[in-house]
Every structure is written in structure tokens, then in C-alpha cells.
């Protein structure tokens, strides 16, 4: 069995991301428009995390803290059920909770 998730981005001519869409067949998503991406990929052979990290240029700046702080808590609910982990994921979401703070995310 295989899957693919795709992403199409559209670039200006500076090669700044204008718009950006993903697409995954197997969950019922077609080309659904998104204003950023990131993306983290193991590489065990060098041990190492690369990124892509993309975000178009009208991508508002309270959306973009908004993004980074959903990103945080799910990192750290992924790094619970990956590691089993509880007291650092804990540690992870004080985190989350005063970036929000110092962020002012929360009402």
C-alpha cells in the first residue's frame, strides 16, 4: 500500500511563496489552500531533523503566532505518545501556556 500527501506552491518571481495548497487523496483533501507549511523530516542516517518551513507573503502575523503555538501543543501531545514521556510533555505544554501568555493568546 502507498499514500501520498502533495504539496503545490506558487512562487513570485523573487521566489517568494504566494500560495501554497495540499492535497492527500487517502483523507479527502484536494488541493485545500493553506497560508503555511512546516514540515520536519528524520534523517537517521546523519541523525539529523531537516526542515521546510513556508508561509506566504500575505500570511497575516497574529495567525502566524497562532500557528506557532497549535504547532507547540501538538508537538508536545506527539512527543507524549512517541516517547511515553509524561512529565517532559507536561514541561512542553507549561512552556506552550506562557508562550501563549507573553504571546497574549489567550482571553
Partial sequence: MKSEINFDIELDENRVPEKLSWSAKDGGVEKEEAKAIMLSIWDSRVKETMRIDLWTKDMPVDEMKIF???????????FK????DEKMADTMKDFCDYFAEKLELTK
Fill in 68 to 78: 506557532f503555538h497549535q504547532t507547540l501543543v501538538a508537538m508536545s501531545d506527539t
Fill in 81 to 84: 505518545r512517541a516517547t511515553d
